[in-house]
C-alpha cells in the first residue's frame, strides 16, 4: 500500500499519509534520532509540513486543513479544481521527501530548532 493517498467526494479533497508504513515510520525514527523534540507522529508531521511548505511551496497552505493523528497526517481542502492540483502537490511533495530521506535528515539537522514541535 502507498504511503501516501489523495482522495476525492463531493465534500473534500483528503491527503492521507500513513504515517506507520514501513518506510515513513523507519525515516521518522531516524529524525527523531537527529533531534529529540523531532517525535513524528501525525502532530509533528504536521509541524514539519507546514515548516517545509512554508519555505518552499507556500500556495500548498491557502486553504489547507488538517486533522493529524498518532499514526497519520490528514490533510484536507474543499473541492475545486485548483485545490485538487494542491493536493497532488502536497502528496507529491510528502512522496518526495520520504523517497529523498537525506534532504529530510538535512533539513532536521540544519533547521530542527527553527521547526515549532509539538
Aim: hydrophobic fraction near 35%; charged fraction near 35%; aromatic fraction near 14%.
Amino acid at each position: 500500500m502507498d504511503y501516501v493517498m489523495v482522495s476525492k467526494d463531493e465534500d473534500c479533497i483528503d491527503v492521507c499519509f500513513y504515517i506507520e508504513q514501513e518506510k515513513p515510520f523507519r525515516i521518522g525514527e531516524k529524525m527523531n534520532e537527529i533531534h529529540e523534540d523531532a517525535y513524528m507522529n501525525g502532530y509533528n508531521w504536521e509541524m514539519f509540513l507546514n515548516y517545509y511548505l512554508e519555505n518552499n511551496a507556500p500556495e500548498v497552505l491557502e486553504g489547507l486543513d488538517t486533522d493529524p493523528e498518532a499514526g497519520l497526517y490528514a490533510a484536507y481542502y474543499d473541492v475545486s479544481d485548483e485545490n485538487e492540483k494542491k493536493a497532488e502537490k502536497l502528496a507529491e511533495i510528502i512522496r518526495f521527501l520520504i523517497e529523498n530521506e537525506d534532504e529530510l535528515y538535512r533539513i532536521i539537522r540544519e533547521e530542527g530548532n527553527q521547526i515549532d514541535w509539538e
